[in-house]
């Protein structure tokens, strides 16, 4: 049974670039969520999408949108990078009505120059 | 607003000795309540979760937390550490759809032999 999967494993772009990270969830789950760790730190919550729509949003720019497929799988885009997005890139995945038992990839790891 | 507060952000321990780390949560009404764990370059992995069924929880590699609702804490203990443990702990919480989790900032282990 694989597990939540993320790519690219590792990412380094320029500030003012555009990026898009990959997440597919585990197994049987619907719900795909995006967290940011910044170094040092614990994730935030990015945001929450559910039969392919945002269902909820943290305290993030509009900078930030994702997107959700009819596989369940979702990306996270950024745009006009800044420095400060530099951070681990986690997704979590988990299924309707059971949403605490959240499951998290590896994360994406993006360096902004 | 859900928020958790990890009191010690490095915590060492001797092998074989008791492990206790800190969680204490604001929330207005009964959370969601998680310890996670996160080894370098990996993603989280669930320890134990607080779904408002026993207040002592058992997860896995012998880790258990108690959640306290009048001291509005969920610590994490181990009997006897391992060198294996080593690694950042992060306390979570969520509201009771699950879309959303807030974390602490995080509790490094180190654990001497």
């Known amino acids: 049974d694989a597990g939540v999967t993320q790519s690219p494993t590792h990412l380094i772009k320029t500030r003012g670039q555009q990026v898009t990270l990959r997440c597919s969830p585990k197994s049987g789950h619907d719900t795909v969520s995006w967290y940011q760790q910044a170094l040092g730190q614990g994730p935030q919550f990015i945001f929450q999408?559910?039969?392919?729509?945002?269902?909820q949003r943290g305290n993030f720019p509009d900078r930030f949108s994702g997107h959700q497929f009819p596989n369940y799988s979702s990306e996270l885009n950024v745009n006009a990078l800044l420095l400060g997005d530099s951070a681990l890139y986690l997704c979590?995945?988990?299924?309707?009505?059971?949403?605490?038992?959240?499951?998290f990839g590896p994360g994406t790891r993006l360096t902004v120059t | 607003a859900q928020s958790v507060t990890q009191l010690g952000s490095h915590v060492s321990v001797s092998e074989g000795a008791l492990v206790l780390l800190r969680c204490n949560y604001s929330s207005s009404v009964p959370p969601y309540l998680f310890w996670y764990v996160q080894y370098p370059n990996q993603g989280l992995q669930l320890l134990l979760k607080?779904?408002?069924?026993?207040?002592l929880v058992k997860g896995i590699n012998g880790f258990e937390a108690e959640f306290k609702k009048s001291e509005t804490s969920f610590h994490l203990t181990k009997p006897s550490a391992h060198m294996s443990d080593a690694a950042e702990y992060f306390c979570a919480v969520s509201d009771l759809t699950g879309n959303q989790f807030y974390f602490g900032t995080g509790t490094s282990l180190t654990v001497i032999p």
């Open positions: 607080y779904t408002s069924a026993a207040t």
């Open positions: 999408y559910y039969e392919e729509e945002e269902r």
């Open positions: 979590a995945s988990t299924r309707q009505g059971i949403t605490y038992e959240q499951y």
